[in-house]
């Protein structure tokens, strides 16, 4: 079946400008996570949710940072007014269950540049 | 909270060598799973292996094998008979079982021909 997809690919944006990034995770898997990954660096943990709610947005950076899930798939996480300390590798990933023993399967990644 | 630390930012080694990687964690809880992962100069992160905290028994999955020591916090990746596609950047992760994931700043190895 088909795996884990982000969208877009690549994105280029202003400083100051709003984005979105998408994440559709592996149907039926109802975790889902969102990290940030700057060049050369390890993944932060930015959040995850259960289904359609985040037990855990302590990972967000600022209030600049959200994110929301709909109807337990895709997931999009919105950074508004971009700074340049933004730029970064964003991933996805989902897992068939939050608590369980199961491996996160990751998506390619939003690769973000803050002009 | 938990803090995944991975003490050596590049190795290398020669290809058919064996070569371990190392990873230590800390936590409060007793029970919680680990994983390390592998990421391709590609980019995509897969799983290469996992361990449950409450199983003494170390986690092998063919040429790749950890040492998973609880009471020290540690959790070491051996990698056997290393092969040039085993060239990739290594992460190793902790799972609580309420389902947060903490990523170490990962192991950037490179198998030599």
């Known amino acids: 079946g088909a795996g884990v997809s982000q969208s877009p690919s690549n994105k280029v944006t202003e400083k100051g400008k709003d984005v979105e990034l998408r994440c559709d995770p592996i149907s039926g898997h109802t975790a889902l996570y969102w990290y940030r990954q700057r060049l050369g660096q390890g993944l932060e943990f930015l959040i995850y949710?259960?289904?359609?709610?985040?037990?855990?947005k302590s990972g967000l950076p600022s209030d600049r940072f959200s994110a929301e899930r709909t109807g337990e798939s895709v997931s999009t996480l919105t950074i508004q007014r971009t700074q340049q300390e933004d730029s970064a590798v964003y991933l996805c990933?989902?897992?068939?269950?939050?608590?369980?023993?199961?491996?996160?399967?990751f998506g390619p990644g939003t690769r973000l540049t803050v002009l | 909270a938990q803090t995944v630390t991975q003490s050596q930012p590049e190795m290398s080694v020669q290809e058919a060598e064996t070569v371990t990687l190392s990873c230590t964690y800390d936590?409060?809880?007793?029970?919680?799973?680990l994983f390390w992962y592998k990421q391709p100069p590609s980019r995509q992160m897969i799983l290469v292996i996992r361990?449950?905290?409450?199983?003494?028994q170390n986690a092998t999955e063919n040429r790749f094998s950890v040492n998973f020591q609880k009471a020290a916090k540690s959790f070491s990746l051996k990698i056997s008979d290393s092969q040039l596609g085993d060239t990739a950047m290594y992460f190793c992760a902790f799972l609580t079982v309420v389902g947060k994931s903490t990523f170490g700043d990962g192991t950037t190895l490179t198998v030599k021909p």
């Open positions: 990933a989902s897992k068939l269950a939050r608590n369980s023993y199961n491996e996160q399967f």
């Open positions: 936590t409060s809880e007793n029970n919680y799973y």
């Open positions: 361990q449950e905290a409450y199983k003494q």
């Open positions: 949710f259960q289904g359609n709610s985040a037990p855990d």
